[in-house]
């Protein structure tokens, strides 16, 4: 699930709770918001403007990092020159330079889990279409702005990197402990994840609480 | 925590629940009495025969909101729930401590202590609010007995030994419980807990709150991906949620015996409103089962702080959060299981 690699770069309990566990996908749907994707959510959309051809939920798949899902949507720009960066399309003439651009509700976010995301769509594109994508976009809804992302090849690393830890917990079957930390206030799944009832460093113990409870029984006696 | 949803109660004999869209249609004798949108609800408990169409099923359980068959008295008849949700290793842990010896008997303890730590919560605040009203020293004599019987617990080898241990309070905490009735004394008076059929009103209205707050925690279980039936304190016997009746044990003097209490002591609930079958089983009639399921549906409202992870949440969330806590220590995360103490 390419999907994933956000909630994994953001946090390796987060996606596990909801990957692994998928007890709440549902409710990470409706906190991301799925508004800005409705619009989006309309596959085999194809619309032409001039140079540029868009197509919509585009579904992906790469098997050098064995993952798959699905491209908000991907912009084929017609160059005048055929290079790496182009692909021939279907029944259309000319050359198109392949660009994937994704669609966020927010705004930009001080870590890198949009930037990850797409770039994983990006190597699915690559390997899908043989092709060489130097760069995408993301739209913010927030800021009405459109973000360009080059695919630095230490970007691409990372994104093996997170997919390969991603495979490995998948494989496990397991659920990292949370460590709370101050991105946890912006989690959606705090409520879910409670990060302070077992993080290593602010566990609380039950077992005193139960001892209490025992123990404070047998004060109790005295005062009946 | 998460939203607490609401439970739609399906009361009317001839009901019949359908869909239109994205709400649930409840109809009675053709005639629309009620829609309700899927997303405000947790369960659906239907109490009658009619049933529930194929449609208004599917958009229940895509919601993930649990059905629940009961019969007009509320026996329980079937659930429907859709995929089980969480982690597959949580379960075979679930498992495997509820065949360890060691495990099992921990957390039976854990189920116990709060069980008889409640029973003793509310027999002390009645001593408390009606110090005049009640025989001071019976209660206090029970009282002193819970105390030991907590201790003996604690001390348990077994879970034969546990369990004879946890009898002998149940039965001396239920010999005051008419005491605690302070209204209407005649027609509640309440000898002690008859189940298969109830044979008084005081029973009758127990097993009618039993039974909601076994579906209550049985649907907390299952959001939360443990397997309701697979028990510690109670051992498997096929049909029976003996996980829920374990977690049970936290709540039932909490939720149900102190809301028996609210309703008779305020005088929202009367002996005439029970009637007696020729087997000399009790029923709620259906007006009074009305108000039993208002006040249970108010009481879930109430907030409360939760006693060991110290937040305020909504006492109808109670059930779900012992749950998670249960799970939490399966998976590790907790150095014990901290059950529910009333405070
Ligand atoms: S609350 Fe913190 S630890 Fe838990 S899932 Fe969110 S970010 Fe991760």
């Given at each position: 699930m390419i999907s994933g690699i956000q909630h994994f770069a953001f946090c390796q309990r987060q996606w596990a709770l909801i990957h692994i566990e998928n007890q709440w996908r549902e409710n990470v749907l409706t906190t991301e918001g799925n508004h800005v994707h409705q619009?989006?959510?309309?596959?085999?959309?194809?619309?032409?403007?001039?140079?540029?051809?868009?197509?919509?939920?585009?579904?992906?798949?790469?098997?050098?990092?064995?993952?798959?899902?699905?491209?908000?949507?991907?912009e084929f720009e017609r160059q005048s020159e055929k290079c790496e960066e182009t692909v021939m399309l279907d029944g259309r003439e000319g050359n198109w330079k392949v660009t994937p651009v994704e669609y966020k509700r927010g705004k930009p976010k001080s870590d890198d889990r949009d930037i990850v995301?797409?770039?994983?769509?990006?190597?699915?594109?690559?390997?899908?279409?043989?092709?060489?994508?130097?760069?995408?976009?993301?739209?913010?809804a927030e800021t009405r702005?459109?973000?360009?992302?080059?695919?630095?090849?230490?970007?691409?690393?990372?994104?093996?990197?997170?997919?390969?830890?991603?495979?490995l917990l998948y494989d496990e079957n397991r659920t990292p402990r949370a460590e709370y930390q101050k991105h946890c206030e912006r989690c959606s799944l705090i409520s879910?994840?409670?990060?302070?009832?077992s993080a290593k460093g602010y566990s609380k113990s039950a077992a005193a609480y139960v001892k209490r409870f025992v123990e404070g029984g047998e004060d109790q006696s005295d005062d009946c | 925590m998460r939203r607490l949803l609401n439970t739609l109660y399906v009361t009317l004999p001839d009901a019949y629940v359908g869909a239109k869209g994205e709400t649930l249609i409840i109809r009675s004798d053709g005639v629309k009495e009620m829609q309700v949108p899927i997303i405000n609800l947790e369960s659906v408990i239907v109490f009658g025969y009619r049933g529930v169409s194929p449609d208004a099923m599917q958009l229940c359980i895509d919601n993930h909101v649990s059905l629940v068959f009961l019969t007009p008295y509320g026996q329980f008849k079937a659930r429907i729930t859709g995929e089980?949700?969480?982690?597959?290793?949580?379960?075979?842990?679930?498992?495997?401590?509820?065949?360890?010896?060691?495990?099992?008997?921990?957390?039976?303890?854990?189920?116990?202590?709060?069980?008889?730590?409640?029973?003793?919560?509310?027999?002390?605040?009645?001593?408390?609010?009606?110090?005049?009203?009640?025989?001071?020293?019976?209660?206090?004599?029970?009282?002193?007995?819970?105390?030991?019987?907590?201790?003996?617990?604690?001390?348990?080898q077994s879970l034969d030994e546990l369990r004879g241990a946890e009898g002998l309070a149940a039965r001396s905490?239920?010999?005051?419980v008419s005491e605690q009735i302070l209204v209407n004394k005649q027609g509640f008076s309440f000898k002690g807990r008859v189940k298969r059929p109830p044979t008084d009103p005081v029973n009758a209205l127990l097993s009618f709150l039993y039974t909601l707050l076994a579906n209550d925690v049985t649907h907390a279980l299952e959001t939360v991906g443990l397997d309701p039936q697979v028990g510690f304190l109670h051992r498997d016997r096929s049909g029976r949620n003996s996980l829920a009746l374990d977690l049970m044990e936290e709540f039932r003097v909490y939720f149900a015996d102190r809301t028996m209490l609210t309703l008779i002591n305020r005088q929202q609930i009367f002996p005439d409103d029970f009637v007696r079958k020729e087997s000399g089983a009790y029923f709620l009639k259906d007006d009074a089962r009305k108000i039993v399921l208002t006040e249970w549906q108010?009481?879930?409202?109430?907030?409360?702080?939760?006693?060991?992870?110290?937040?305020k949440i909504a006492v109808g969330l109670l059930p779900y959060a012992q749950a998670m806590l249960l799970a939490r220590y399966l998976r590790g995360d907790l150095d014990d299981y901290p059950p529910f103490f009333w405070k």
């Open positions: 619009r989006v959510d309309d596959s085999g959309f194809d619309e032409t403007r001039g140079v540029f051809r868009i197509v919509r939920s585009v579904p992906l798949v790469s098997e050098s990092l064995r993952i798959r899902g699905i491209a908000d949507m991907v995301q797409l770039c994983a769509q990006a190597i699915c594109l690559e390997e899908m279409l043989g092709v060489k994508i130097a760069c995408g976009a993301i739209y913010y702005r459109r973000e360009q992302v080059m695919f630095s090849d230490s970007l691409r690393l990372r994104v093996k990197t997170l997919v390969a830890g991603m495979r879910i994840c409670k990060p302070k009832w | 089980t949700k969480g982690n597959v290793h949580l379960r075979r842990t679930q498992y495997r401590w509820s065949d360890n010896g060691e495990q099992t008997l921990l957390l039976a303890k854990r189920f116990l202590f709060s069980k008889i730590g409640n029973a003793r919560v509310s027999l002390q605040r009645t001593l408390r609010d009606y110090p005049d009203r009640v025989d001071q020293d019976r209660l206090k004599s029970v009282l002193l007995l819970l105390n030991r019987q907590i201790r003996e617990i604690n001390n348990s905490y239920f010999s005051v108010q009481r879930k409202r109430d907030e409360i702080r939760h006693p060991f992870f110290d937040e």
